[in-house]
């Protein structure tokens, strides 16, 4: 069982730059797959960024260039960098990792961008 807790949402204006965190009560060194997720009401949720335990990373394309992904094996904790924000991006963003074919996400945390 893993457990995952967001933090760093919050209110911020368009421009402006959040961090998003992710604690794991495991090893991420175990994990295959971390990714950030988001949801917008009355929508889907989307993958926003991907990261392997070989650190090959993936991104919506609509974040490219602004949102990075990373890590810290010793803090066992994911990270979001979101530059550039803008009020599209206004969402419920959720944790989400594979580990040994399993998947589990964290409780989210809501970041709005106002105009």
């Known amino acids: 069982q893993v457990q995952l807790v967001e933090s760093g949402g919050g209110l911020v204006q368009a421009g402006g730059s959040l961090r998003l965190s992710c604690a794991a009560s495991?090893?991420?060194?175990?994990?295959?797959?971390m990714a950030w997720y988001r949801q917008a009401p009355g929508k889907q949720r989307d993958l926003v960024a991907r990261?392997?335990?070989?650190?090959?990373?993936n991104y919506a394309d609509s974040v490219k260039g602004r949102f990075t992904i990373s890590r810290d094996i010793a803090k066992r904790t994911l990270y979001l960098q979101m530059n550039s924000l803008k009020p599209e991006d206004t969402a419920v963003y959720y944790c989400n990792v594979e580990m040994s074919l399993r998947y589990y996400w964290g409780q989210g945390t809501q970041v709005t961008v106002s105009s």
């Open positions: 495991v090893s991420i060194f175990s994990i295959n797959v």
């Open positions: 990261l392997t335990s070989g650190g090959s990373t």
